[in-house]
């Protein structure tokens, strides 16, 4: 495993975090740190504990053991939103957006800006608007209206709107849970390009992904997580495309189906040949 030198204290920082289900042991060891202006990929399989892990960053559940820091300091968030006045935000796959809302409500949604006092007291619709399309033009977003419903966006804009309103209402780190999971290569580049413009901003993303096709190229270091435990954590310039999917398949695993496959398809077939490339591939130093 590749030990990151920098000068700079990381944002958070997890140190050896495991957490446990009765007899269920979802996350063992894990420790890897978010730094501003980096992104951070977790990546695996599923059923390989990233779940567990971003809903440990993020407040939901209390890890059985390890420590959490924020700044340097051992902090234990106690829900979802002292995480988030901590400024750690997260976006659900979901998202959790009412469709039929227009995009300026889904981007207030909970934190509606007000006027006047008293019974007299009302949203300032037109404030809301305003803030809306500036802060998803500064994030490259040009929507035509923001009253349209966020349902009548793509994927990847309706991601990008999510991204959006955590930048503007302070995060300081970006919790990103399989935000291409569901989209085709358009959409995904889109969102891609929005999770490099979060970094660009000083912002730590940590961007959970079981696709080191779409992780590698916005990542900066790697947490590689395999059925709870860690396989490593890896700084770019440190590890190949190649390495990191060999890695996540699992090379002998590979290997073997490499071998199955030549059975029924014969030695020239392009996808054994393919398989026993990945399989051989150079793994990465540890």
Known sequence: MTDVATTTLPIIEVKNIGK???AINALSGISTSVFAGQVTCVLGDNGAGKSTFIKILAGSHSPSEGELLLDGEPVHFTSPRAALDAGIATVYQDLAVVALMPV????FLGSEITKGWGPLRRLDVAAMKSITKVELANMGIDLRDVDQPIGTLSGGERQCVAIARAVYFGARVLILDEPTA????KQSGVVLR???RSRDKGLGVVFITHNPHH???????FLLLNRGTS?????????TIGELTSLMAGGAELDSLAHELERELGSNSPLVAELQQEATSDRPAR
Not at 215 to 221: L, M, Y
């Open 231 to 239: 396989l490593g954590t890896f700084e770019k310039k440190d590890i």
């Open 215 to 221: 992780a590698f190229p916005v990542g900066d270091r």
């Open 182 to 185: 569901a989209l085709g290569v």
């Open 20 to 22: 446990r289900y009765g």
């Open 104 to 107: 300026w409500r889904n981007f």
């Open 194 to 196: 929005y999770i490099a």
